[in-house]
């Protein structure tokens, strides 16, 4: 079976135990199962089949507070319920464990994610000094 080809959309990826589940608001654990995630990594190098990990950010439907954590609303890229993306928790995924690609994530909300990468990752341009 060929895994479909995510690009920077609304996925999920399973892992060992896809019947396995987890608490809401838990930290997404691949091993549990599979878990809603937005790919972050650039269109080029996710297309690209000589790289074989995609840059994710978990979902949570647990409300979250805070710049590190933007809402992702129902419906976005195929979500059922409203749902926080947890930027502090960006990680690497083999393509392989990609289980579907759901519609893309609207520009406004996969700008939101950008911005809460650049805060914890310390990627935000620096302020100019007088």
């Known amino acids: 079976m060929v ?3 995510p690009t920077r959309r609304s996925a ?3 892992g060992r135990n896809a019947a396995g589940g987890r608490p809401t608001g838990t930290p997404v654990d691949p091993a549990a199962g599979t878990a809603p995630c937005v790919v972050v990594s650039d269109p080029l190098v996710a297309a690209n089949r000589r790289y074989p990990l995609l840059g994710v950010v978990p979902l949570t439907g647990a409300p979250v507070r805070g710049a590190l954590y933007p ?3 129902a419906g976005t890229g195929g979500l059922r319920k409203d749902s926080w993306a947890l930027a502090d928790q960006v990680r690497s995924i083999g393509k392989r ?3 579907a690609v759901f519609r893309p994530v609207d520009p406004a ?3 939101a994610i950008d911005e809460g990468l650049r ?3 310390g990627l935000a ?3 100019a000094e007088d």
Do not use: G, K, M, Q
């Open 97 to 99: 464990r990609v289980a």
């Open 109 to 111: 909300t996969l700008e």
């Open 3 to 5: 895994p479909p080809r």
């Open 119 to 121: 805060l914890f990752l």
């Open 125 to 127: 341009p620096a302020a």
């Open 71 to 73: 809402r992702v609303a």
């Open 12 to 14: 999920r990826f399973a």
